[in-house]
């Protein structure tokens, strides 16, 4: 099974910047997405930013700015995704989740931020920023 540990977060002042970290494993065949998304409370899930972990390919949502980057490494048995964060702002307080998914980009099925499709999620992470 695919399973995912997010990890990373904390308490950071305005104008910090932070690198998330998610450890996927269980990835077998094919070609799997790892995207980032968060929640504020009281909020709906925001996606952020997704990788295709077999060739790199990135996707960001519309709505982030350039202080988020994604990136992954793989190693011989997991995966470890990062999201970067710079000049974080106390409105990017959330818990950040990361989820995984099988894709078929050489099907039209390729990388996409609708986070009620994805098939794996890890725990959450919390990021706490300080005014």
């Known amino acids: 099974d695919v399973q995912l540990q997010a990890s990373g977060g904390g308490l950071v002042q305005a104008g910090g910047s932070l690198r998330l970290s998610c450890a996927a494993s269980?990835?077998?065949?094919?070609?799997?997405?790892v995207g980032w998304f968060r929640q504020a409370p009281g909020k709906e899930r925001e996606a952020i930013s997704c990788?295709?972990?077999?060739?790199?390919?990135?996707?960001?949502a519309e709505s982030v700015t350039g202080r988020f980057t994604i990136s992954s490494v793989n190693a011989k048995a997991t995966v470890t995704v990062y999201l970067q964060v710079i000049s974080l702002k106390p409105e990017d307080t959330a818990v950040y989740y990361c989820?995984?998914?099988?894709?078929?980009?050489?099907?039209?099925?390729?990388?996409?931020?609708?986070?009620?499709?994805?098939?794996?999620w890890g725990q959450g992470t919390q990021v706490t920023v300080s005014s």
């Open positions: 989820g995984a998914e099988s894709i078929s980009p050489w099907l039209g099925y390729g990388l996409h931020l609708r986070s009620e499709v994805y098939d794996y």
């Open positions: 269980g990835f077998t065949g094919g070609e799997y997405a």
């Open positions: 990788i295709n972990v077999n060739d790199s390919t990135t996707l960001y």
